[in-house]
C-alpha cells in the first residue's frame, strides 16, 4: 500500500478532527462549562455521525474526567484510549486464522451501488500483488451487465474469472466455482454476489442460499463473508444492512466511498452497530483504491 493512499485516507476524518477535536480542547480549558455547550458537543459528535450512544457515553466520561482531573490533565490520551476501545472489538485483518495451505472464500453482500463490484476487483487487485492466485466469480446471473463488469474487473486485476452460465442458480454457480478453483489450485475466491435490496425477500432468500452452499464446502477462518457499506448512507446504512446481516453470517465490514466526504464517526458507529470490525476502507473509484483499516492509525489522526 502507498503511503498517499493512506494519507488520503486520514486526511478524510474532516469534521471529526476540525471541529470535534478542537471543542474537547476549548472545554477541556475553560474554567466554566455550561451545560448546553455540553449539549452541543454532543450533538457535533452525533453531526459527525458517531451515533447517540456514544456520544453520550463520551461526552459524560470526558465531563467526569474534567471534573475530577487537576488542571493541566491529559484529555487527549483519555480520548485516543476511549476511542480506541470502540473499535478494538476484533481483529481487522482478512483472513487472520486461515491456513494459506487451503483455500479461502471472500463473499461480498450488500445493497445496490455501494461499491460491491468495484471492491470485489479492488481485492483481487491486491490479493495478486501478494502472490496469490485468485478467481472472480460473479453470482449475480440474471444481469448480463452485472457480469460484464465483473469481468472488466478480473482483466484489470489479471486473474481468473469464473462465469455462471446466464439465469442459473446462484447457489450452483459458487458451489461450482469453488471446486473449479479447487481443482485449478487457486488460493483465493472471491464472490460478488446480486445487489440487494433490504426488502427484497427473493434476494435475500437468494443470499441466504449462497451462504448456505458456500459454508457447505468452506468455513471460517477459511470464509470471510464481507458487508459492503457505503459510507455516505450514514444513520440510514443500519436499518437498510439490518436483514442481509441477518442472513450472511458476516465476519466484517468493508466501508467504501471514505473519499466522498464520509463522516468519520460512521466508522464507530458501524463497528458498533454490527458488532463486526472493518477490515477495509474504499478510497476511491481505481484498483488501488482500497486501505486495510488501522484503528490505531485512525484514532491517532483525530485526536492529536
Ligand atoms: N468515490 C468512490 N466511488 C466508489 C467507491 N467504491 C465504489 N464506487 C463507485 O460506486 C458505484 C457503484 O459501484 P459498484 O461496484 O457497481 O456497486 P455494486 O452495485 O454494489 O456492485 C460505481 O460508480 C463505483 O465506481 C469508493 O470507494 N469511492
Ligand atoms: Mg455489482
Known amino acids: 500500500m502507498s503511503g498517499a493512499f493512506f494519507k488520503k485516507w486520514l486526511q478524510n476524518i474532516g469534521k471529526m478532527k476540525e471541529e470535534v477535536r478542537e471543542r474537547f480542547s476549548q472545554l477541556w480549558s475553560r474554567k466554566e462549562v455550561k451545560e448546553e455547550e455540553w449539549e452541543e458537543l454532543e450533538a457535533m459528535l452525533i453531526q459527525a455521525d458517531i451515533g447517540p450512544s456514544m456520544a453520550v457515553e463520551l461526552v ?17 490520551n483519555w480520548l485516543y484510549e476511549k476511542l480506541l476501545t470502540f473499535l478494538k472489538n476484533s481483529e481487522t485483518r482478512l483472513f487472520p486464522n486461515a491456513s494459506l495451505e487451503n483455500l479461502r472464500v471472500i463473499l461480498l453482500s450488500g445493497i445496490n451501488g455501494v461499491g460491491k463490484t468495484t471492491t470485489a476487483g479492488k481485492i483481487a487487485h491486491l490479493l495478486k500483488e501478494k502472490g496469490e492466485r485468485v478467481v472472480l466469480v460473479g453470482a449475480d446471473t440474471f444481469r448480463a451487465a452485472a457480469s460484464e463488469q465483473l469481468e472488466v ?26 471446486n473449479s478453483a479447487r ?39 477459511q470464509l470471510e463473508s464481507l458487508l459492503v457499506i457505503d459510507a455516505l448512507t450514514g444513520q440510514n446504512a443500519f436499518s437498510q444492512v439490518e436483514s ?19 463522516k468519520g ?5 458501524v463497528v ?33
Open 153 to 178: 474487473w478480473a482483466q484489470r486485476a489479471n486473474c481468473r474469472y469464473f462465469r455462471g452460465s446466464a439465469g442459473a442458480d446462484p447457489g450452483a454457480v459458487v458451489f461450482d466455482s469453488i
Open 244 to 262: 442481509i446481516a441477518r442472513v450472511a453470517d458476516l465476519t466484517g465490514i468493508i466501508l467504501t466511498k471514505w473519499d466522498s466526504q464520509a
Open 60 to 76: 459524560e466520561e470526558f465531563r467526569r474526567l474534567r471534573e475530577t482531573s487537576k488542571s493541566g490533565g491529559d484529555w487527549q
Open 272 to 304: 458498533r452497530e454490527f458488532g463486526l470490525p472493518v477490515k477495509y476502507v474504499g478510497v476511491g473509484e481505481g484498483i488501488e483504491d482500497l486501505v486495510p483499516f488501522e484503528p490505531e492509525e485512525f484514532v491517532r489522526a483525530i485526536v492529536y
Open 265 to 269: 464517526g460512521i466508522i464507530f458507529r
Open 183 to 221: 481443482n485449478n489450485g487457486d488460493s483465493v475466491v472471491i464472490v460478488d454476489t446480486a445487489g440487494r435490496s433490504h426488502v427484497n425477500k427473493n434476494l435475500l432468500a437468494e443470499l441466504e442460499k449462497v451462504v448456505k452452499v458456500t459454508k457447505k464446502l468452506v468455513e471460517p477462518p
